[in-house]
């Protein structure tokens, strides 16, 4: 074996090495990203989802932690040792006058003390007897000024102490037990503590806020039109019109504006095309129909001529229905409309062709759709019904977001696996209930592509009454 191999068989060793450490690495750390994406999953469930929201969160987030930071410093670096600084000088100032008490005892009653701590230190002394000293009290639950006093006294005078930081809002007493009294001592409580530090924090919380209230402002007419973007877009999709959409915001915002007023234009465009070369063919198809049907009545009567007649009439009928399918009643505008004098309108036409119905609405009955095409929508799906069962159950509710309307029937129902395959153009199952004497086998597909058209759905299933439900659900 020469050198090279024995080289790559080590180089082979090496490698396998590696992924075995590097397995063994990824199966220690696997409870780890578990944890962590369980976690991912948790903060994005918190956040929110709104632009507008999120937009606040950005400038908030950031503004919030380097307040945060900026009240922690100069807590600890200003205020709390500013507030120690002054305590400490305040104690120094009691030492030196009970180092006066001590050294000058002529001075039978204190009154040299007294002038001295008024005049020249600021401080009202005064010697109470030693049963006026009272229990050390319960501390307050946050006080700087009282743990720093307490501090500098314990360092400085080392004798027992009392003292009442909260008692008096601008001074603070202190009380010094010496050999045979004690001394009372009142400060000014700006004397020993930093008192202005409220007033940081308050020009700080108040410029957040001033600066929360311009962020809102702005970021409410920056994020009002892509609202409105967003609004004409969906509109635009159930087919409703647009009229008043014009671009505005900034330079992104105004493109995207300008891009959907131009696929809106190209997509009228395109549909206007198509309705006016379907109206072409129409009118030819209809004029070469009613040249056959004027022939047929010139050649006279017999059974030949009435199953041409039929067969002409069949045609009529099929290119009717391709026309109305391929134009998809894209011109109607949409209007306010009575959905429950709808569904009266399809019960009374289901009865006069002998079937037993039922109607129920529930919720205000007014929705905005394209009334032609969604009447066709329902008839399709109450004459789909009415072939093949008896007894027909139609019920429309309308909540504050969705218009839906449910048609039950007592019929033989489709297979399940059959009930997406039904809406394709064109199809004719040969057990499907959409299967009839001169049917095209559109009838399903051009109620599906309405109820798209306005921004919602036909879905099939299982009816309470034993055969099929048609279910429609229009956004309102």
């Known amino acids: 074996m020469t050198s090279l191999d024995v080289g790559i068989e080590r180089l082979r060793h090496v490698v396998e090495r590696l992924r075995q450490v590097a397995a063994t690495v990824s199966h220690a750390l696997e409870p780890i990203f578990r944890v962590l994406n369980r976690i991912d999953v948790a903060i994005k469930s918190v956040l929110p989802k709104g632009l507008y929201a999120r937009s606040l969160l950005i400038i908030i987030a950031p503004m919030v932690i380097l307040q945060s930071v900026v009240a922690f410093v100069f807590m600890e670096r200003h205020w709390n040792s500013v507030t120690r600084n002054l305590s400490g000088a305040v104690v120094q100032d009691i030492a030196a006058l009970i180092d006066i008490y001590r050294g000058y005892p002529q001075d039978n009653d204190n009154a040299q003390i007294r002038r001295i701590a008024q005049d020249r230190l600021g401080l009202v002394v005064d010697f109470l007897p030693v049963t006026d000293m009272p229990p050390p009290g319960p501390k307050p639950f946050f006080s700087l000024l009282d743990q720093a006093l307490s501090d500098e006294i314990r360092k400085q005078i080392k004798r027992p102490f009392w003292i009442d930081t909260v008692g008096r809002s601008s001074l603070v007493e202190v009380r010094v037990k010496l050999d045979n009294n004690v001394m009372r001592v009142f400060a000014r409580r700006s004397a020993a503590y930093a008192s202005n530090s409220q007033i940081f924090l308050l020009w700080m919380v108040g410029t957040s806020l001033v600066l929360l209230t311009v962020a809102i402002l702005f970021l409410r007419n920056q994020i009002r039109p892509i609202l409105r973007l967003a609004d004409a877009a969906e509109s635009f999709g159930k087919g409703r019109d647009v009229p008043d959409f014009r671009p505005r915001g900034a330079t992104e915002v105004r493109r995207a504006s300008v891009a959907f007023i131009e696929m809106k234009r190209r997509i009228e465009r395109t549909l206007e095309q198509r309705t006016a070369m379907l109206a072409g063919v129409s009118h ?100 789909n019904a009415a072939r093949f069962a008896p007894s027909i159950a139609i019920t429309g509710h309308r909540d504050h977001r969705w218009l839906t309307v449910t048609v039950d029937d007592d019929g033989p129902g489709i297979p399940q696996k059959l009930r997406e395959e039904v809406f394709k153009p064109f199809l004719r199952l040969d057990d499907a209930r959409n299967q009839d004497e001169g049917g095209t086998g559109l009838g399903l597909a051009i109620a599906r592509d309405i109820a798209r058209s306005h921004g919602g759905d036909i879905m099939l299933g299982d009816s309470p009454l034993g055969g099929l439900r048609a279910t429609v659900r229009v956004p309102v």
């Open 284 to 383: 030819d198809l209809r004029t070469i129909l009613t040249r056959f049907k004027l022939e047929l009545a010139l050649l006279g009567d017999s059974p030949e001529i009435e199953a041409m007649k039929k067969d002409v009439d069949e045609m009529a009928r099929m290119l009717e229905a391709y026309l109305a399918f391929a134009r998809g009643d894209a011109g109607e505008q949409s209007a306010p409309t009575d959905m429950a004098a709808f569904l009266d309108e399809l019960k009374a036409d289901a009865e006069r062709n002998g079937h037993r119905t039922t109607v129920v609405f529930h919720g205000h009955p007014i929705v905005t759709v394209r009334p032609a095409s969604f009447k066709r929508c329902l008839a399709n799906l109450v004459s």
